[in-house]
């Protein structure tokens, strides 16, 4: 019996140093393939799509505005000068002021026009008049211009974006003539809240930093 304890003893004292060297030597192998073993980098076909996604996602440029007998409140400032530049437009035609109040409606063809263009926004009010949301421009890829990658598993995308207007849009263009009939003070206030932009410049240049994860990439900051 006692040699036998003996017996199991030495045996164990080697398979625990003999154990630890397993352990050891794939702990080494794990990390010489990490660094060593190609990985698949972010292609540009790929970046293309991811940065697609991500300007698709910031939304277009909108302009807001109400259909009907109005009155100025904290919301609805109907005399700032989007009103007039719609009716420039040929979307709205103003009507004579009655107190505080003015009468909006639509020109003879302004509706059929705001009809054609996608994803217009109608919604009802509780004082009988209707509020619009009309997009005037989105947001597009021009091109991938250069993918680095930093390590394995981080990618840095370089790229040019344009925006891409609508028929209205065009009619906000900053460099447009409808825009620049206004005075500077009308024009500032135009593009600071009312979606007027300079739409048909070169595109501008950017950059995304694109992580890998377990599904595939995304945004770093995700």
Same mark, same amino acid.
């Given at each position: 019996?006692?040699?036998?304890?003996?017996?199991?003893?030495?045996?164990?004292?080697?398979?625990?140093?003999?154990?630890?060297?397993?352990?050891?030597?794939?702990?080494?192998?794990?990390?010489?393939?990490?660094?060593?073993?190609?990985?698949?980098?972010?292609?540009?076909?790929?970046?293309?799509?991811?940065?697609?996604?991500?300007?698709?996602?910031?939304? +277009?440029?909108?302009?807001?505005?109400?259909?009907?007998?109005?009155?100025?409140?904290?919301?609805?400032?109907?005399?700032? +000068?989007?009103?007039?530049?719609?009716?420039?437009?040929?979307?709205?035609?103003?009507?004579?002021?009655?107190?505080?109040?003015?009468?909006?409606?639509?020109?003879?063809?302004?509706?059929?026009?705001?009809?054609?263009?996608?994803?217009?926004?109608?919604?009802?009010n509780s004082d009988g008049s209707d509020a619009y949301t009309v997009p005037l421009a989105e947001h597009q890829l021009a091109a991938v211009s250069k993918v680095t990658m930093s390590g394995r598993d981080v990618a840095v995308v370089q790229f040019t974006?344009?925006?891409?207007?609508?028929?209205?849009?065009?009619?906000?263009?900053?460099?447009?003539?409808?825009?620049?009939?206004?005075?500077?003070?009308?024009?500032?206030?135009?593009?600071?809240?009312?979606?007027?932009?300079?739409?048909?410049?070169?595109?501008?240049?950017?950059?995304?930093?694109?992580?890998?994860?377990?599904?595939?990439?995304?945004?770093?900051?995700?």
């Amino acid at each position: 019996m006692f040699e036998e304890e003996i017996k199991m003893q030495r045996e164990s004292s080697y398979f625990v140093p003999l154990a630890l060297v397993v352990v050891l030597i794939a702990v080494i192998v794990g990390t010489i393939g990490y660094w060593v073993v190609p990985s698949k980098s972010l292609s540009q076909e790929q970046a293309a799509g991811l940065v697609s996604a991500y300007l698709a996602g910031q939304g +277009p440029a909108t302009v807001h505005f109400h259909v009907g007998v109005l009155q100025p409140s904290v919301d609805e400032k109907i005399r700032d +000068p989007h009103y007039r530049l719609l009716e420039k437009a040929g979307i709205l035609k103003l009507g004579k002021s009655k107190g505080e109040k003015i009468s909006v409606a639509f020109a003879p063809e302004g509706e059929r026009r705001l009809a054609a263009i996608p994803g217009v926004v109608k919604t009802k009010n509780s004082d009988g008049s209707d509020a619009y949301t009309v997009p005037l421009a989105e947001h597009q890829l021009a091109a991938v211009s250069k993918v680095t990658m930093s390590g394995r598993d981080v990618a840095v995308v370089q790229f040019t974006w344009k925006w891409t207007p609508n028929e209205l849009g065009n009619a906000f263009d900053a460099a447009g003539p409808l825009v620049k009939s206004f005075n500077t003070w009308d024009r500032s206030t135009l593009i600071q809240k009312y979606g007027v932009a300079f739409y048909h410049v070169e595109p501008a240049q950017a950059a995304l930093t694109l992580v890998r994860a377990d599904k595939g990439w995304k945004l770093a900051a995700e």
